[in-house]
């Protein structure tokens, strides 16, 4: 499985940025998707996940560290194994690497990363 991220960039605080994350190489649904971020210096730290039941009656589950709450929305795309992360009334504090992360049979994946920098 590869994961592609990209949407990252240089915003103003209180700006906005979309992340985007594609998975490729299975034909399997990953059920769950995630965002982490790393700072210089700091833990990679888990900003938001998304959980789906794989069937169209189950609601995915969602979490998100408490910091982004109510600024940042995790969801997933129309097309198979793709997660966003809309992130809004950003903080220099969000600033970091982003990296996407899928668990498929209980392996775990990565993305390359994608750099925020909210600077004004």
């Known amino acids: 499985v590869q994961l592609q991220a990209y949407g990252g960039g240089l915003v103003q605080p209180g700006g906005s940025l979309r992340l985007s994350c594609v998975a490729s190489g299975t034909v399997f649904t990953i059920n769950y998707m995630a965002w982490y971020r790393q700072a210089p210096g700091k833990q990679r730290e888990l900003v938001a996940s998304?959980?789906?039941?794989?069937?169209?009656?189950?609601?995915?589950?969602?979490n998100y560290v408490e910091s982004v709450k109510g600024r940042f929305t995790i969801s997933r795309g129309n097309a198979k194994n793709t997660v966003y992360l809309e992130m809004n009334s950003l903080k220099p504090e969000d600033a970091a690497v982003y990296y996407c992360?899928?668990?498929?049979?209980?392996?775990?994946?990565w993305g390359q990363g994608t750099q925020v920098t909210v600077s004004s």
């Open positions: 992360n899928a668990v498929l049979v209980s392996r775990g994946y």
């Open positions: 998304i959980t789906s039941g794989g069937t169209t009656n189950y609601v995915d589950s969602v």
